[in-house]
């Protein structure tokens, strides 16, 4: 299973280009071990950055299947045009950056039966018009493997 | 022209939409249910509260006299043009009201509007002409004059939980979507971590892995022998607790219709539907104290189960001595005890809530068979549990979860089936096992030592 997902043209309803989306992880297969840190490189094509009036990225981890939707968020950064948020940040520069944080203990990545843990990067632009495009780029913490269902009990 | 999309899409991973159009559909909604509460609240407000409290409050308490005493008609129309007369009883009283006698016509509280003209005359029989009765009159109207003063509590009860109910959630639900203005869900989820993180955990976790549930409730009694006694939840007290409850209202029901039949036979009057209903409702409640005793003795005769543990919580590729005890005289074709690795998912189906779960692993750690327990004795049993190497930890989130257990599956000569289920919390395994447990991440690590 390839965890990573690059992101295709896509158009916008309105006028806007469309954002082509890359995160280079530095880890073979996107694999982290739990404590580990994480780098993670994003660049955003065929966008123009003065349309871009907000950048948020964030890494999370979320769950997936049978049950409603929780989100856990250990990393969040938004940066706006003509403000400058994070220290790390040198002037208005939305369409390339690095994030790198040191990932929790758990929870571990996981797919199960009716419940899946995934762990991604994402990527949140903002354009003027209020309209906003996001970018999921899976990861994996831990390697746990695929749950099977279990043989029945004997009776 | 195109319209602007209210919702997200999602495409594969990317998902584009106008947040803002959702959080205004999102704030209308709640805003037209914090609306409607405070529309009606106010009119019950000031139809019924507020009068009422005037009258308790505001009005003067004087002594009058009844002088006069009619009924009074009220003839409505319903929506086919027909014509319907309603009679009730009223007295004209008559007051002081700073030195001057007023008279008033009054037909509160004296009883209800009836469709029968005789039975509001019949009423009037009771008032007698020239008693005096005392009465309370408004300050600013004097011509308005009750004759009793108090609290419709259900009306009040009403005025209260139907409108507060949806200014409560109208007015959360408004603010919510006001906090969510035109913030990514990310943004929300850091926020309210945030807050959460400050004020209270929402769930209890352990310190320093998020998402594992604390195991304080496992690990706070000794055991015997081995370090901890594991707690058990038990489906078979429940059961029990629920056919008790059931037999104890149900029969409650029974006993009061047969006290109602006792009575009316006792006057020399039989109601025969009473008695009809009684006989099915009393066989029901003779069925429900049957299975009721039936599991207390189920319970009580295949005893308790103990189970011991050498240490807690657990750890992926640990091994762990497991000190099984089960008491009672009762003796098992067969008795097993089980890891299992059960996922629990939360949902909403329209508006229900339902919990799916799913046992996704399950190892058998012992099997006994044709197990006779001695007299006075319990049957004990020492094995060793073996958590798989790269076992899932125990995770619970607000909707999901995934829990490990131990259970014990017992087949009694004539008793139905015995389950007792010993939660147990696994950590995630330490770095150095990890690295040797998957080749993935053991070639990582040495990638990383290199």
Redesign the interface.
Same mark, same amino acid.
């Given at each position: 299973m390839n965890g990573s997902r690059h992101a295709s043209a896509q158009r916008l309803s309105s006028p806007l280009p469309t954002p082509q989306v890359t995160v280079t992880f530095r880890s073979d297969g996107n694999l982290y071990i739990p404590g580990e840190r994480l780098l993670a490189r994003y660049r955003v094509e065929g966008v123009d950055e003065t349309l871009v009036t907000a950048v948020e990225r964030s890494v999370a981890w979320y769950s997936e299947g049978k049950g409603e939707e929780d989100l856990g968020v250990v990393f969040f950064d938004r940066s706006v045009a003509g403000r400058q948020v994070s220290d790390e940040q040198v002037g208005w520069q939305p369409l390339t950056g690095t994030i790198s944080i040191r990932l929790p203990l758990c929870p571990l990545s996981y797919e199960g039966l009716i419940v899946k843990i995934r762990w991604c990067v994402r990527l949140r632009l903002f354009f003027v018009g209020g309209r906003d495009f996001v970018s999921e780029h899976i990861f994996f913490l831990g390697d746990i493997p695929v749950a099977r269902p279990p043989e029945p009990v004997a009776s | 022209m195109?319209l602007?999309?209210f919702f997200s899409k999602k495409?594969?991973?990317?998902?584009?939409?106008?947040?803002?159009w959702g959080s205004l559909g999102e704030a209308l909604y709640y805003a037209v249910l914090l609306a409607a509460g405070l529309v009606i609240g106010g009119l019950m407000l000031t139809g019924v509260a507020v009068p009422e409290w005037r009258i308790n409050n505001r009005f003067v308490e004087v002594s009058g006299r009844l002088v006069g005493k009619g009924v009074a008609r009220h003839t409505t129309v319903d929506l086919f043009g027909a014509r319907r007369q309603a009679w009730r009883p009223a007295v004209l009283v008559e007051y002081p009201v700073n030195g001057e006698l007023v008279q008033s016509w009054n037909t509160a509280g004296l009883a209800e509007t009836s469709s029968r003209r005789e039975v509001a005359v019949g009423l009037l029989a009771e008032q007698e002409l020239g008693q005096t009765v005392p009465c309370w009159y408004d300050p600013d109207q004097v011509t308005t004059v009750v004759l009793k003063r108090g609290y419709s509590w259900w009306f009040w009860l009403l005025t209260l939980l139907l409108p507060g109910a949806l200014v409560a959630f109208g007015g959360s639900g408004l603010l919510h979507a006001a906090g969510g203005w035109?913030r *990514?869900?990310?943004?929300q989820?850091?926020e309210v971590?945030a807050v959460l993180q400050r004020l209270a955990r929402p769930l209890a976790e352990a310190d320093?892995?998020? !998402?594992?549930p604390a195991c304080d409730n496992l690990v706070n009694s000794p055991g015997t022998v081995l370090r901890f006694r594991l707690p058990t939840e038990s489906p078979e007290a429940w059961t029990v607790l629920g056919s008790g409850l059931f037999a104890g209202l149900w029969n409650a029901v029974v006993v009061v219709l047969a006290i109602g039949a006792g009575f009316d036979v006792a006057g020399g009057r039989i109601d025969w539907w009473l008695l009809g209903l009684l006989a099915p409702f009393s066989l029901v409640g003779l069925l429900a104290i049957w299975l009721f005793l039936r599991r207390v003795l189920l319970v009580t005769a295949i005893g308790p189960s103990h189970l011991e543990i050498s240490d807690h919580p657990l750890r992926p590729g640990g091994c762990y001595d497991v000190l099984l005890s089960q008491a009672g005289s009762v003796a098992f074709r067969r008795l097993e005890l +089980?890891l299992e690795?059960e996922? &629990?998912? !939360?949902?909403?189906q329209g508006t229900d809530v339902r919990t799916?779960r &799913? $046992? +996704?692993?399950?190892e058998v750690v012992r099997r006994w068979n044709r197990v006779e327990p001695l007299p006075g004795t319990p049957f004990e049993a020492e094995v060793q549990v073996r958590v798989p190497l790269?076992?899932?930890?125990s995770?619970h989130? !607000?909707?999901?979860? +995934?829990s490990w257990r131990l259970v014990l599956?017992g087949q009694p000569e004539r008793w139905p089936a015995l389950v007792r289920v010993f939660p147990v919390v696994i950590f995630?395994a330490s770095?150095a096992v990890?690295?040797g447990? *998957?080749p993935? $991440?053991s070639?990582?690590?040495h990638? +990383?030592a290199s």
């Open positions: - | 195109r602007p999309s495409r594969g991973e990317r998902r584009t939409g106008l947040p803002a035109g *990514s869900e990310e943004r989820a850091a971590w320093g892995y998020p !998402t594992i +089980v690795l996922e &629990q998912a !939360t949902y909403r799916e &799913q $046992v +996704v692993w399950r790269r076992a899932m930890h995770f989130s !607000t909707h999901n979860a +995934v599956r995630p770095e990890a690295a447990a *998957s993935a $991440v070639h990582k690590r990638e +990383v």
